[in-house]
Nanobody, 120 residues
Framework: QVQLVESGGGLVQPGESLRLSCAAS????????MKWYRQAPGKERELVAS????????SYSDSVKGRFTLSRDNTKNTVYLQMNNLKPEDTAVYYC?????????????WGQGTQVTVSS
């Protein structure tokens, strides 16, 4: 059974930090690109950060670059999103996403999401 379980969300004040975790099971985690998306109320889901299976290159949206750090531990089947200097506009449900492309076929999975609220 495939699972992506996010944790670490919560309510924080502007300028504070949170660390999101996404624990994967039921598939070959090390073969998958891992991404974090977020969706704020009334807005479309947007890509926040992405890390390849080899952790060689990590990419970020302009809105979080310099504040968020994405990492993965293939020995623990877990990906982490360290979020620093949080802003009210970071408020959203954050989703973990795993994707792999094999011979033109896409295999992908979504987590259930974790709420992040930044408010004073």
């Amino acid at each position: 059974q495939v699972q992506l379980v996010e944790s670490g969300g919560g309510l924080v004040q502007p300028g504070e930090s949170l660390r999101l975790s996404c624990a994967a099971s039921g598939f070959t985690f090390s073969s998958y690109i891992m991404k974090w998306y977020r969706q704020a109320p009334g807005k479309e889901r947007e890509l926040v950060a992405s890390i390849p299976n080899s952790s060689s290159t990590t990419s970020y949206s302009d809105s979080v670059k310099g504040r968020f750090t994405l990492s993965r531990d293939n020995t623990k089947n877990t990906v982490y999103l360290q979020m620093n200097n949080l802003k009210p506009e970071d408020t959203a449900v954050y989703y973990c996403y795993a994707v792999r492309f094999t011979w033109g076929t896409k295999d992908d999975y979504w987590g259930q999401g974790t709420q992040v609220t930044v408010s004073s």
